[in-house]
């Protein structure tokens, strides 16, 4: 008998629940992470890395330029043994200046990932606040085109919001 009850009762509510307009939040997510005061510290930090990185990609390509002509100087006047070591010298130097080059791009790369994590965390939890705060059914990001139209009497621009929640 309850049972009936309840289904006759949400059948009965079903039309009203599907009339109930959800309310939304959205707001630009790369945005809300540049108005971030930490977010000016980590590319400086990274800014630094990277200039690290450059300067010992120029010391060893210079070395590697310097070897290089030191052996088209050189080869004629080699005796055999000596440019075929040269060859094998040049030719490691310059697989080593590879990895080297490989390896910073995906060190630098893990290093942004991670200076950007506690921006993205503390941007979630701000988020989740205001979208708890304001009753949203859900808030979106307005960047990369993955959103191209929002109908502003539906659903309410937070950018403000969350900025003044980050600062």
């Known amino acids: 008998m309850k049972r009936r009850l309840f289904l006759w009762l ?3 509510f079903l ?3 599907a ?3 959800l309310s939304f939040g959205y707001f630009s997510y790369d945005e809300a992470v540049k108005a971030m005061p930490e977010y000016a510290l980590v590319q400086e930090n990274l800014a630094d890395l990277k200039s690290k ?3 010992e990609m120029k010391r060893v390509e210079d070395e590697f330029n310097r070897k290089y002509e ?3 100087d050189g080869r004629n006047d080699f005796a055999p043994t000596i440019l075929q070591k040269r060859q094998t010298e040049l030719q490691e130097l310059l697989k080593k200046n590879v990895e080297f080059k490989a390896e910073a791009r995906r060190l630098l790369q ?3 990932e991670e200076a950007f994590a ?3 965390d503390k941007l979630q939890r701000v988020v989740a606040r205001i979208g708890a705060e304001r009753g949203y059914a859900f808030i979106l990001n ?3 085109h993955a959103c191209p139209y929002v109908n502003p009497e539906m659903g309410e621009d937070v950018s403000q919001l969350i900025r003044e929640a980050l600062r």
């Open 110 to 112: 893990q290093a942004e």
């Open 118 to 120: 506690p921006l993205r």
């Open 19 to 21: 009339n109930a307009q």
């Open 142 to 144: 307005t960047d990369g």
């Open 53 to 55: 990185y450059d300067q």
């Open 10 to 12: 949400a059948m009965a």
């Open 15 to 17: 039309p009203l629940a």
């Open 70 to 72: 030191d052996f088209l």
